[in-house]
C-alpha cells in the first residue's frame, strides 16, 4: 500500500521515504548531503530529521528538486549505495564467516544513542548502544536489538533566571520520528504479554531500521495496561526501585519472548550492562520447560551470554 507521503512524491524521487526511515542515512555523508540539500532551511529548523523535511516540503520544492540533475545523480548514487549496503550477501561477515549464517546475536540495552531524531538515549551506555547497532549494520553481523521506546525520552536540560537546573521532557512526535508500528498478519497491533506480580502487563512495539540491523523497541503506553503499567516506558531513568524492577522485567523477559513471537533464535544473548538480566531467567526457564535439569540449562546459559559492564567500581552497582 502507497503511503500519503509517497503519493505526493514525483516517481523518480518515490523512495525518499524509505531512505529516511532507516536510520543508515546518519552515518553516510552522502546520504547526509541529499537530504540537507532538498532543503536546507528545513535541514537546520528540524536538526537534521528526514522525515519531518518529507511531511512538511511543499509541493512546489519537491518539483523543482525532481528536475534538478545535481538531485537526481546524487539520489541514484545514494540509493545505489543503500541497496548494496542491506544486501546480507555483500556484507564482510557473509564472505569472512559462510559456515554461520544461523548464528544470532540479541542484543538488549536500555538505551540506544542513534541520533536525536530518537531520544531514547542520555549518555554513553546509549552511544554504546547505537555504535554497537551500527557498526553490526556495517559488517553484517547477524544482530538483533531490543530496548524500550521512550515517547518522552530523557530530559533537556533549562537553566532558568533562578539558577536551579530543570528538566524538561518533550513528547516525541511518533510521526515525525525513523521508526514503524510493528503489526501481525492480520493487521493488527503486536503486542509482548508478561506477567509482573499479579498483573499482565502488555506493549506495543516500534521498529526502527538501522541499517542491516533490526531494533524493537517497546512500549507500553497502551489501553490495557494500567496507569501505573502505561508508564513504565514513558521516560528513561524514571521512577524508583518497583519501576525500574519493572522495567527491568518488562526488558529481559518481554524482550525474549518478542524475539521468540517473530521467529528470531538467537544463539548468543549480550546484555548491555544489568538492565536486562531477567532475560537470563527467561531463558532458563525455556531450557527447564525444554527437559534440562537445572544445572544443565545454567551450564547452556553461560556458554551463550555476553554481558558488558560500565561501572566496574563499587559506586556504579
Known sequence: MTSPLEQKLPDNIKRLPELANNLWWSWNAE???????????????????????????DDERLQAIAKDPFFNRLYTKVMMKLDHEMDMNNSWFRQAYPDHEDDLIAYFSFEFGLHNTLPIYSGGLGILSGDHTKESSDLGLPFVCVGFMYPQGYFRQRLPSHGWQEAVYEQLDFDLAPISLLKDDAGNERRVTIKIGDEMVSAKVWLVQVGRTSLYLMDTDVDENAAWNRELSSRLYYGGGDMRIRQEMMLGIGGVRLLRQLGYKPTVWHMNEGHSAFLLLETLREKVAEGMSFEEAKAAIRKQTVFTTHTPVPAGH
Open 31 to 57: 546520504a547526509r548531503s541529499l537530504f540537507s540539500y532538498l532543503d536546507p532551511a528545513k535541514w537546520s529548523e528540524t536538526h537534521h530529521n528526514p522525515v519531518q523535511i518529507l511531511h512538511e516540503i
